[in-house]
């Protein structure tokens, strides 16, 4: 029986056994509700629920496993309380449009956040390799948190358990309570979902070599910084999409990407410039994108954009509208405007 290195007598002793796995319970209460915020308020409530009943533990199992447990069914409460069980993009919602933004952003509809890849340091993939469906940065892409959105809320909590944590069957079905045959049912019909909407391709981030990838990241940020579409759009795949939540509209094909830049760096910027401060979100390349509009002295934190690569061009980029992110990233609100 594993020994257990704290008491009910020993506050400051609890608290070191868990803020080591604060790390990795922040990512795996992100990939099950899609949202920074989220999960950070889950862990504090895993703390909780584990500090409160920590005389049941006894060290019948890891502290690692234990809180896992606990996290998960937090995760599992909190959005068995809400009217919507999953976050989205917007393509989730309905086909690509032609149109321009108009009016207000959604900012009622429950959108996925991104994830920042300094949360990510120092977090060990412990699970065996066998059995493990998707690797760590994998299972923390913009498409699988997407894919796995779409699962019913205990179908996902089975495939984390399962396929990303490389948990037992019998582990999964005593932590969520359920017969073992219940809790493979639920594996195969969340995998079997999976494989209908989501791709090895999709997740693999692919753009050739780590020099290809940065050279196409560096020419986007470029041609972003001199406002040259030509440029931008050369990057693109043919069918490449972009989303930019909180609005409900998205893009599909270049012709259409193409015409919402020409259309935003004209009206929305109103002829200012921007800057691209380099950094990464769900294993893959993002940007902090600054904007100084004409008669300002500084460039302010716009858009938040992360790019997904595909057959070596930019098969989609989403673009989280507004400052609210950049924070997280540890991305200042404002830069210079000096040259």
């Given amino acids: 029986m594993p020994s257990v290195a ?23 209460c992100y990939r099950f509700v899609g949202s920074m915020h989220d999960a950070e308020d889950m862990v504090q409530e895993t703390f909780l629920r584990a500090w409160r009943g920590l005389s049941r533990f006894q060290g019948r199992s890891s502290v690692r496993s234990w809180l896992y447990r606990i996290a998960t069914n937090v995760c599992l409460d909190a959005l068995s309380r809400r009217s919507a069980s999953r976050r989205v993009f917007p393509d989730d919602l309905g086909g690509p449009t032609r149109r321009m933004p108009k009016g207000p952003p959604s900012t009622e509809v429950p959108w996925i956040e991104p994830f920042p890849d300094m949360a990510l340091e120092g977090v060990v993939d412990a699970s065996p390799g066998p059995s493990i469906q998707y690797e760590q940065r994998e299972a923390v892409r913009l498409a699988f948190i997407s894919a796995t959105q779409r699962l019913p809320a205990r179908q996902r909590a089975v495939l984390l358990l399962r396929d990303v944590l490389g948990w037992s069957a019998g582990e999964t079905a005593g932590a969520l309570k359920m017969t073992m045959a219940s809790a493979n049912s639920a594996l195969q019909r969340a995998r079997s979902t999976l494989e209908t909407g989501l791709s090895r391709e999709e997740i693999s981030d692919a753009a050739g070599t780590d020099d290809a990838k940065n050279s196409i ?11 040259d579409l030509k440029e931008l759009v050369g990057l693109l795949a043919k069918d490449a999409t972009m989303v930019m939540p909180p609005w409900r509209l998205w893009y599909q094909g270049r012709s259409r990407i193409r015409t919402l830049f020409a259309w ?9 410039t921007y800057k691209m401060v380099a950094t990464r979100a769900n294993s893959q390349d993002a940007f902090g994108t600054y904007l100084k509009r004409p008669g300002e002295d500084k460039y302010h934190a716009h858009v938040f954009q992360v790019l997904t690569y595909r057959d070596g061009r930019i098969g989609r980029v989403t673009l989280f509208v507004g400052p609210e992110h950049f924070a997280k990233f540890g991305l200042a609100p404002t830069l210079d405007g000096t040259p």
């Fill in 217 to 227: 990241a560096d020419r986007y940020a470029r041609a972003w910084e001199s406002s």
């Fill in 6 to 28: 704290f008491s009910a007598n020993d506050p400051e002793g609890f608290q070191r056994a868990v803020e080591s796995h604060r790390k990795e319970l922040l990512l795996h």
């Fill in 264 to 272: 935003a760096w004209r009206v929305l910027s109103g002829g200012g």
